[in-house]
T-cell receptor, first 114, second 113 residues
Framework: KNQVEQSPQSLIILEGKNCTLQ??????????LRWYKQDTGRGPVSLTI?????NTKSNGRYTATLDADTKQSSLHITASQLSDSASYIC?????????????FGQGTTLQVKP | NAGVTQTPKFRILKIGQSMTLQCTQD?????MYWYRQDPGMGLKLIYY???????DKGEVPNGYNVSRSTTEDFPLRLELAAPSQTSVYFC????????????FGPGTRLLVL
């Protein structure tokens, strides 16, 4: 069964600190992995998208890593800001056809406190 | 560009009522999608469309219908609303295949009582 599991479920950090969110997946065949940021009351916004051959990708203070062998990904946030408070969703794309399937994780809720 | 817009933002329905959730995108994307997001759960695909006139079922299509008469619009129809359809509904679009980045609308919060 295709699954995407994220940890921790929620996280509280102080402004300026770094943090790392985890994503484990059992999806086959793997196409790509994405991280989305979802602010409260808004739709998800894409942060990064990585294919099988990519190990790391950055978007400003966000750095995603991918280990296709262990089927793990992480999202590292550097020097957190209050605006980073949001839910972070890991999404894995399965299949190679136009009707490939997206499997969504349940998200990690991050709260950055001053 | 406005991106993906959805109306209404919030709606309360009585059991058995029907309604249409509107979704419009101005990016000329071929692919459009409808998802629902329940509390603490990942998004689940309801229906998707690969172009005008072409739609297909996703993971949880029961109780919903869609149409795609134009590239821009992808309305979602709820027939005979049930409490289980209480959720937040997101419309999304992408330029091409599922593997490409999807752009999401702001969501419609639906409460069925």
């Amino acid at each position: 069964k295709n699954q995407v599991e994220q940890s921790p479920q929620s996280l509280i950090i102080l402004e300026g600190k770094n943090c790392t969110l985890q994503c484990n997946y059992t999806v086959s065949p793997f196409s790509n992995l994405r991280w989305y940021k979802q602010d409260t009351g808004r739709g998800p916004v894409s942060l990064t998208i990585m294919t099988f051959s990519e190990n790391t990708k950055s978007n400003g203070r966000y750095t995603a890593t991918l280990d296709a062998d262990t089927k793990q990904s992480s999202l590292h946030i550097t020097a957190s800001q209050l605006s980073d408070s949001a839910s972070y969703i890991c999404v894995v794309s399965a299949g190679s056809s136009n009707t490939g399937k997206l499997i969504f994780g349940q998200g990690t809720t991050l709260q950055v406190k001053p | 560009n406005a991106g993906v817009t959805q109306t209404p933002k919030f709606r309360i329905l009585k059991i058995g009522q029907s309604m249409t959730l509107q979704c419009t995108q101005d990016m000329n994307h071929n692919y459009m999608y409808w998802y629902r997001q329940d509390p603490g759960m990942g998004l689940k695909l309801i229906y998707y469309s690969v172009g005008a006139g072409i739609t297909d079922k996703g993971e949880v299509p029961n109780g919903y219908n869609v149409s795609r008469s134009t590239t821009e619009d992808f309305p979602l129809r709820l027939e005979l609303a049930a409490p289980s359809q209480t959720s937040v509904y997101f419309c999304a679009s992408s330029p091409g295949q599922f593997r490409e980045t999807q752009y999401f609308g702001p969501g419609t919060r639906l409460l069925v009582l």
